[in-house]
T-cell receptor, first 115, second 109 residues
Framework: ETGVTQTPRHLVMGMTNKKSLKCEQHLGHNAMYWYKQSAKKPLELMFVYNFKEQTENNSVPSRFSPECPNSSHLFLHLHTLQPEDSALYLC??????????????FGPGTRLTVL | GQNIDQPTEMTATEGAIVQINCTYQTSGFNGLFWYQQHAGEAPTFLSYNVLDGLEEKGRFSSFLSRSKGYSYLLLKELQMKDSASYLCAVMDSNYQLIWGAGTKLIIKP
């Protein structure tokens, strides 16, 4: 599945670093999502953008900062992270974010390790 | 609160049938999704149920009972490649997906 791509696939960073995760979707969708996936835990929704407008921010710490310049691209800017932020970060897209039955399609994720 | 429950791990034999259950309590209901996720890969969409009953798609079937807050995913003629985690997710009244922790399915020869 190449409809949703993410870079980098793996990232190791120190707690004082600043890095960005990138997501691009080629499906013509209007909604994009960031999720955090930790071992043996449910996917945690972090941010939702619908038609480039942020519609959801699930109490995510300010050290995570999303950016959505257009409907095809989504970024997650990271700074001063903590070791407990180590996880798989998944990007997804769907036709839109405000109606039932919209299937979300996922990218392969970025495996983040914070030292 | 909102809650999705599914077994943590299941083991089955190649060629057999396995049923993975999912129970849910959510604020509103706009459908239930099943995804498959192989280790280190993206979750991929398997099925969507919004009405009660059974949806069949090849070797995979998904069942929903809204009154019982219950769904299952049925996998027939198991193959080694079916070894993966299976994620149950419910779309709530805000059209957000609430996820279970996933069921790791191990297939033995």
């Amino acid at each position: 599945e190449t409809g949703v791509t993410q870079t980098p696939r793996h990232l190791v960073m120190g707690m004082t670093n600043k890095k960005s995760l990138k997501c691009e979707q080629h499906l013509g969708h209007n909604a994009m999502y960031w999720y955090k996936q930790s071992a043996k835990k449910p996917l945690e929704l972090m941010f939702v953008y619908n038609f480039k407008e942020q519609t959801e921010n699930n109490s995510v710490p300010s050290r995570f900062s999303p950016e959505c310049p257009n409907s095809s691209h989504l970024f997650l800017h990271l700074h001063t992270l903590q070791p407990e932020d180590s996880a798989l970060y998944l990007c997804a897209s769907s036709q839109d974010g405000g109606s039932g039955g919209n299937t979300q399609y996922f990218g392969p994720g970025t495996r983040l390790t914070v030292l | 609160g909102q809650n999705i429950d599914q077994p943590t791990e299941m083991t089955a034999t190649e060629g057999a049938i396995v049923q993975i259950n999912c129970t849910y309590q959510t604020s509103g209901f706009n459908g239930l999704f099943w995804y498959q996720q192989h280790a280190g890969e993206a979750p991929t969409f398997l099925s969507y149920n919004v009405l009660d009953g059974l949806e069949e798609k090849g070797r995979f079937s998904s069942f929903l009972s809204r009154s019982k807050g219950y769904s299952y995913l049925l996998l027939k003629e198991l193959q080694m490649k079916d070894s993966a985690s299976y994620l149950c997710a419910v779309m709530d009244s805000n059209y957000q997906l609430i996820w279970g922790a996933g069921t790791k399915l191990i297939i033995k020869p």
